[in-house]
């Protein structure tokens, strides 16, 4: 197991990545802003569920298989990028079917959940990113490559459960606001839609 120094110096890194404006806090902020805090807490664990996964894919060695394999990053990035399109149309046509509440629909913290996974799962840079930035604090002086690996995507989970569940939380209380105002609520739909729309057209022009 890596010493506590080198531990911590992860934590941290993980923290100001978190941090760092990207796809996965940005669709945390916007769910959460139309949805409520809860939705943006469901969709953090929804990612960090997809970040084990990549997390497992870097020990098991699967991750260089993503990087090395052409056709394996495109079907991953496209796939992607028809689901986040498919969010962009569901905001658009059925964003604002809220009735007279102050929220847009709501939908199961399940299917929320779902959507963090897809949005993680599918976006290949995140396997990649983890490829690169897991093995660096990983050492085979401390025993076997793989279990330090688990440990670290660990430490980069629960840095990213702090830092994205506190833009949910702030995001849906100022989302509380808006959702009062109708003019606001339809600012909010359009904003939404076109971050998905942004985010997609994103993964589908990226390149390995």
Not at 24 to 53: E, M, P, S, Y
Not at 75 to 83: D, N
Not at 99 to 118: F, S
Not at 170 to 179: E, H, N, S, Y
């Amino acid at each position: 197991m890596p010493p506590v120094d080198a531990l911590l110096l992860f934590f941290s890194t993980s923290i100001l990545l978190a941090l760092a404006p990207g796809p996965d806090n940005l669709f945390v902020l916007v769910q959460a802003a139309q949805r409520g805090k809860i939705a943006g807490l469901a969709v953090t664990l929804g990612l960090c569920t997809g970040l084990l996964v990549h997390t497992t894919a870097v020990a098991l060695g699967l991750a260089a298989v993503v990087k090395a394999s052409a056709l394996a990053f495109s079907l991953l990035k496209y796939l992607g990028a028809v689901y986040l399109l498919y969010l962009a149309a569901e905001v658009f046509w059925f964003g604002s079917d809220d009735g007279d509440g102050p929220r847009a629909v709501d939908l199961p913290l399940a299917r929320l959940y779902r959507r963090g996974i897809i949005m993680n799962v599918t976006n290949p840079k995140v396997s990649i990113f983890f490829l690169a930035f897991l093995p660096q604090f990983a050492d085979p002086r401390y025993g076997p490559l793989a279990p330090q690996i688990i440990v670290l995507g660990g430490l980069f989970i629960v840095a990213t459960i702090i830092i994205f569940g506190g833009i949910s939380l702030l995001a849906g209380a100022c989302g509380d606001r808006f959702r009062r105002s109708e003019r606001a609520r339809l600012v909010l739909k359009w904003l939404t839609g076109g971050v998905f729309a942004g985010l997609a057209i994103k993964l589908a022009l990226t390149e390995r």
